[in-house]
Nanobody, 117 residues
Framework: QVQLVESGGELTQPGGSLTLSCVAS????????MNWYRRTPGKKREFVAA????????YITDSVKGRFTISRDNNKNMVFLQMDNLQPEDTAVYLC??????????WGQGTQVTVSS
């Protein structure tokens, strides 16, 4: 059974930093590209960042480029999202996503990030 478990979300002030983690089990982690998405109330799920299977390629969406960094550790079956200079509009549930063969994907339950003074 595949499981993705996110952690690291919390309440922080504008300008603060957080590192989100996602640990995967039940799959051969290095066979999967990994993504971070976020979801806010009343909005659709929004893509945030992606990283290739070996971590040698990555992509950050424009709205957070320069502030967020994605990385992975295949030895620990983990993917990370470093978030700096957080702003209130970054408040969301952040979700980890694993993508394998076409049509194969898995999701975590998410971790809440709240940015507020």
């Amino acid at each position: 059974q595949v499981q993705l478990v996110e952690s690291g979300g919390e309440l922080t002030q504008p300008g603060g930093s957080l590192t989100l983690s996602c640990v995967a089990s039940g799959l051969n982690f290095s066979d999967y590209a990994m993504n971070w998405y976020r979801r806010t109330p009343g909005k659709k799920r929004e893509f945030v960042a992606a990283i290739g299977r070996q971590g040698d390629t990555s992509y950050i969406t424009d709205s957070v480029k320069g502030r967020f960094t994605i990385s992975r550790d295949n030895n620990k079956n983990m993917v990370f999202l470093q978030m700096d200079n957080l702003q209130p509009e970054d408040t969301a549930v952040y979700l980890c996503n694993a993508v394998g063969r076409p049509g194969e994907g898995y999701w975590g339950q998410g971790t809440q990030v709240t940015v507020s003074s």
